[in-house]
């Protein structure tokens, strides 16, 4: 075993073991946040139940133990296999999450390929091409990219392309998984408007790293050889160019999956995020600790796989503490 392999082995092990005790953390913070707000779902039975109904609601779920009591009845079911009971379906919320979670990775996949698709020639083009026409274009859209929020470039993406033209589904929530061809197609609106800022973001970061190759030594010796400038580009800078941008799209990959709340809602799919969404406003604390917990592992995971693709993609970091 060399020894990259050796740190790259022991990185990898002290990230794993990191990331139960930044999750404990997480649970601990937001379990707390979650039950500070005065009023718990039992209010929303105010009108409907008599007091003595009402405490038996907050006795089936444990809602009058303290708080720390229900802090380690909840962890117990976690380690047990069982992350609780929705308080507005009563369903298992596992449940819920396993059939709403293909939705919102689907949506996330196609809005980090939707990115990937137009930033990459874009941030290309821009760098090869600087202060050009197409260079000034790229860059002012990727400006406005970053600008817009996403919940508004979908509105303004629902009014052109199904109002106005009708050419794409506003959702396919009845018939979602049922009719491929209609979940593909109510696929594309939301992505464009989860993956544009993702998408300009990118276009930067790979036009300033590719700017910045085009002044390292080994760009100059290899025009010096003569070599062609499109394999110069191509070859040598924009591959290298390349190891920030990957990066960057792994880490992006928590924050889709955290901003799938509110698009879900706008296109009306049954997805994770809008699952959240309801669950805080029917004040569904299982289903909110669970959806929570859920994204920060998914975030710390893609933290981890951006961390250890960076190593593989570039020799010279080095995980042993030098750099």
Do not use: C
């Not at 913070?29 to 609601?57: C, K, M, N, T």
């Not at 197409?134 to 859209?141: R, Y």
């Not at 696929?187 to 408007?193: E, H, I, Q």
């Not at 929570?292 to 710390?300: C, G, H, I, P, R």
């Amino acid at each position: 075993m060399t020894s990259m392999d050796s740190d790259l082995r022991d990185f990898i092990l002290r990230r794993v073991v990191q990331i139960p005790v930044v999750l404990f953390l997480v649970s601990v913070i937001v379990f707390y946040i979650i039950h500070l707000p005065e009023g718990g779902p039992e209010a929303l039975l105010s009108g409907q139940a008599g007091d003595e109904a009402i405490r038996e609601f907050r006795d089936r779920y444990n809602l009058n133990e303290p708080l720390y009591v229900q802090y380690l009845l909840w962890i117990q079911g976690i380690l047990t296999g069982s992350l609780g009971t929705s308080i507005t379906t009563n369903q298992p919320v596992a449940s819920l999450i396993a059939s709403r979670l293909p939705v919102t990775l689907m949506l996330g996949f196609f809005s980090v390929a939707i990115s990937v698709m137009i930033a990459v020639p874009a941030g290309y083009i821009s760098a090869v091409e600087q202060y050009t026409w197409k260079d000034h274009t790229a860059t002012v859209l990727a400006f406005v990219g970053l600008s817009i929020p996403n919940f508004f470039l979908a509105i303004l993406l629902i009014k052109l392309f199904s109002v106005e033209l009708g050419w794409l589904p506003i959702t396919a929530s009845g018939q979602m998984f049922s009719d491929w061809s209609l979940t593909l197609k109510s696929m594309v609106l939301p992505s464009l408007a989860l993956g544009t800022a993702l998408a300009a973001h990118v276009t930067r970061i790979l036009r300033s790293s590719m700017l910045d190759i085009y002044s390292e030594e080994y760009v100059h010796v290899a025009r010096a050889k003569g070599l062609p400038e499109k394999m110069v580009n191509r070859s040598i800078v924009f591959k290298n160019a390349l190891i920030p941008v990957i990066t960057i799209v792994m880490l992006q990959m928590g924050y889709v999956l955290g901003a799938t709340v509110i698009i879900e809602e706008v296109f009306a799919m049954p997805g994770l995020g809008r699952l959240m969404l309801n669950s805080v406003v029917g004040r569904d604390y299982p289903v909110m600790q669970a959806v929570v917990l859920l994204y920060a592992t998914a975030y710390l995971v893609f933290n981890l796989i951006a961390d250890v693709a960076y190593g593989l993609v570039d020799p010279r970091i080095k995980y042993g503490g030098e750099h």
